[in-house]
């Protein structure tokens, strides 16, 4: 499993407090997630977040709170090797 953390911002980098979110594993991985795996959380009351997710690719999407429709941010590939978050923060999450 790979921890990861920050704080899930507008692209104002305003914190988005109590959001869920959605990691969906977009493909098979030797070393990972299996298609179709999702790891779901919630941020916090100030925006950020904890997390740990097995190695792959993802869909990564989002839902404010009292919404029930998700929005998609795009997608993210987490490497064994990856020691941050940064691949999140390709997408808006920091």
Do not use: Q
């Amino acid at each position: 499993m790979k921890p990861l953390a920050g704080t899930f911002v507008t692209p104002d980098n305003s914190p988005i407090a109590n959001a869920t979110v959605r990691m969906i594993a977009t493909a098979n991985t030797l070393d990972g997630a299996i298609r179709g795996t999702m790891f779901v959380f919630n941020t916090s009351s100030t925006g950020t977040y904890a997390v740990n997710v097995l190695p792959g690719s993802y869909k990564i999407e989002f839902k404010n709170p009292g919404k029930t429709k998700y929005i998609t941010l795009g997608d993210v590939t987490i490497l064994l090797a990856d020691t941050t978050s940064a691949p999140l923060e390709d997408i808006g999450i920091a």
